[in-house]
């Protein structure tokens, strides 16, 4: 019997050998697609690629399960030793990690089930449950799932559940971001303005949804700086106030000049003492014995000023520097070149969208803007003639010098008015007042420069006691001015244009909601603060509270005047880029004007909390001597602050390592897209491997059917 | 965000029935207060069939029809694709569990690959796992409401399958989508629905 068994073996082989020539010797057809319109494949061939796995792995439950299986058990096998090779062929128990009996792609259902399930409880509770969310089963599913592994696993262990912030997941977080993180997860869940959001996303889309996100990240990082600087400088400063002359009267013109009854309150430097609260030393200054009562907690005025700003300074910078990389990281993808007709395909549909009209122009700016990518896919062989191309280049030319002497003129405008200002109460307004104008004025100039030259060109804008209380009281008037202008710009840039156009013109068209200049109002509002933190404390209180005004304001303006964009925009990258024009010239500015400040102004002599120092640093720097003299044991404190923070050597060792850093990142980009091009390549040859063998397949049965 | 407390006494075999215990709350990107707040939106549906009362578990689906007309979904050209696509039943029928599975998917936590996988199983009209020629001409027609001729449709087809398939066999499987995906930015803002 053996023998015959052997026969037919090496009978059936050669035949099959034969059949194999044959196919070799014909040449090969590649049409893709062909199993699909092929009707003449047998019954059995098609049995066989309808259980492939690439066919059944969304499919069916068990296959699911099978893939998270091996997903996770090389999950575990990462984590715990270094990889083997080609582990899948070896046949010892103690390297597959499981026994050979069953092999995961044979088993039954619960079998599958309850395998998965043993390798779930060997992650850690925080993988487990990532794990658990991402496995795309039905939820009764991992419902099941998760009551079998809360039965398994050790009872008393709380599983924990890790928060869905990003936080919860990379394993090392510094604590300040985890903080910050857990901060703004809790705001999150707290959910301000979550209907209002749904309302404007699902009537204007994601676009202009993007602004007020935006204007929602802004109101957090400035009551973060608040909350800090409320608990360390102005809490403190209002509970032991300083002798201070007599107060003005107040008239309501100080609401927005900021001056009069103001100026000598809360809200700027000069009511600040220069002097250690609640020091019992301080009432016997002949250096006799302090008084020993009851310990009390002497507050060093100076050095928690300049301490707490620096520290809000360096948080707003983590959180900026944070989210931006965030952003960036989720709009930059390594080698990705072609493919934008597939993604504006699939990715174009905003399904925030839910209002009839909206949904209906949505459906109108899909086909216009995929009839223009054919049209250019098309056309783009064709190149513009040499005189278009200098006509091009002669606009575009034009339009910059116009920009940039406009600007220039702006610029020397206002110098020329703040020199020759007179100090009177109600023209202290004057000066915020023409720079709010030229600011909303500007931007409609350039939108029609823009027009014209069909790019767009942003704004430059013009930035310009005791002298910091006078810095920031010209802060407070630019910040009202800049509210009030952007409430007048709201009422005649949307309501009135759109009453203009409805009953005059009678054009059935509302204006639309200008995105970009929005922002940079957004964004010059928020300088102003940053610039302003040092010189008014409470400037964060007011620049919140007027941004909570702007979000009301501007979405019922939204509303009733405004119609959706007829210009598509893409989310995602403009998040990235008003995270990006946020941070670098406008906090970055703001942040070296403000260490310029600190560290080389001379502050004035009169009031404030740094009256008779040299630099607001140099408060610093006694305390840190003074810390020296009482305790010689931390010696080494002032060491690392004499040699480290600052010398300049520190500063060039860091840019070094920065561009250290850069270099390595674009080189492992560089292999990246390399890798990338070779595992395309790859995938093509293995496309048409499997094409070859499911043509062999069909024509081995096609043989034995008709030898049968 | 609250734990919710067990039921049952520790060793009795419990059944995973409690609305928004601690075991639904870990397996959905929703909170326990959202997850009672879904439940009220599904109730509110049909009032007469969906208790208010869910520790028995019980078996209660609502049909295509009534889940389509809610405000989020109705004016989407994909809804009946959506709600078949979360439906175990094959039918487009959704139970509370698929509900919530539903919103959870299309909420603004969930992760790129989660929603690339039910993306690809949305628009894949045929359900044959891969994304074919008339998928995508089926998808066109949905998103343009049928404004581009013929021609135009066929043309935009064979570049999209030119620019994203990769084994070269002529559709897209979940590999080609999954990568085609990953170079749009925008598709984790524009692949999700508040409620």
Known sequence: ALHTSFHQLIQEQSSLMEAALELEMQERSREPGQDEQHPNFSPTTLRILASMPSRTIGRSRGAIISQYYNRTARLRRRSSRPPLQQLCRTARPSLRHYDLETDPTRATLEEKRSLLVKELLSLSPGQRSHMLLTVPLSLAEKRTLRWVLSRQSQPGRAPHRTSSSPCGRSKDCIVLVSLGCGLLSLLAAAQPWHYALKQIGGRFGSSVLSYFVFLKTLLIFNIFSLLILLVFVVAPQAVYPPPSASPRPFTGLELLTGAGYFTHSLLYYGYYSNVTLNDPCASSPNGSMCPHTAPQFP??????????????????????????????????????????????????????????????????????????????????????????????????????????????????????????????????????????????????????LATWEKQDSPVTEVYVACWETCVGQDLYRFVVMDFIFTLLDTLFGELVWRLILEKKLKRNQKPEFDIARNVLELIYGQTLTWLGVLFA??????????????????????????????????????????????????????????????????????????????????????????????????????????????????????????????????????????IIRLLKEQIANEGEDKIFLIQKLHSVYEQRERRA | MTRVQCHCALGKKEKPTALAGRKTEDCTFFTRKEILRLHGRYHEMAPNVVPMDYTKDPDVKLPMQLIINMPELKENPFKERIVESFSEDGEGSLSFNDFVDMFSVLSEMAPRELKAIYAFKIYDFNTDNFICKSDLEQTLNKLTREELTAEEITLVCEKVIEEADMDGDGKLGFADFENMISKAPDFLSTFHIRI
């Open chain 1, 299 to 448: 507050y060093n005025m100076p050095l928690a000023y300049v301490f707490s700003i620096g520290v809000s300074f360096l948080l707003t910078c983590v959180l900026l520097v944070y989210s931006m990389s965030r952003s960036f990281g989720e709009s930059y993808r390594v080698g990705s070149s072609t493919g934008d007709l597939a993604v504006k395909v699939f990715c174009a549909w905003d399904f925030k969208v839910v209002q009839r009209r909206s949904v209906k122009l949505q459906c109108e700016n899909i086909c216009t803007q995929l009839k223009e990518l054919l049209a250019e896919q098309r056309s783009r062989s064709c190149s513009l003639s040499l005189c278009q191309r200098l006509g091009r280049t002669v606009v575009l030319l034009l339009a910059w010098v116009l920009s940039l002497s406009s600007v220039l003129g702006c610029v020397v405008a206002l110098r020329y008015f703040s020199e020759h200002m007179h100090v009177q109460e109600a023209i202290l307004l004057v000066l915020p007042l023409v720079v709010s104008l030229l600011n909303v004025l500007m931007p409609h100039l350039y939108n029609l």
């Open chain 1, 537 to 674: 404390p409470l400037l964060p209180a007011i620049q919140t509270l007027k941004l909570v005004l702007l979000f009301y304001v501007k979405k019922t303006s939204l509303m009733q005047n405004c119609q959706s964009p007829s210009k598509p925009w893409q989310a995602s990258r403009m998040s990235t880029f008003f995270i990006t024009l946020l941070c670098f010239p406008s906090f970055l500015g703001a942040a070296i004007f403000l260490s310029y400040t600190i560290l080389s102004v001379r502050p004035s002599e009169t009031c404030g909390p740094f009256q008779g120092l040299e630099t607001m640093y140099k408060s610093g720097k006694t305390w840190v001597q003074l810390l020296e003299k009482s305790n010689p044991n931390i010696t080494w404190f002032a060491w690392v602050h004499q040699y480290l923070v600052e010398n300049t050597f520190l500063l060039f060792f860091m840019s070094g390592v920065l561009l250290a850093v850069i270099y390595f990142n674009i080189q492992v980009v560089r292999g990246q897209r390399r």
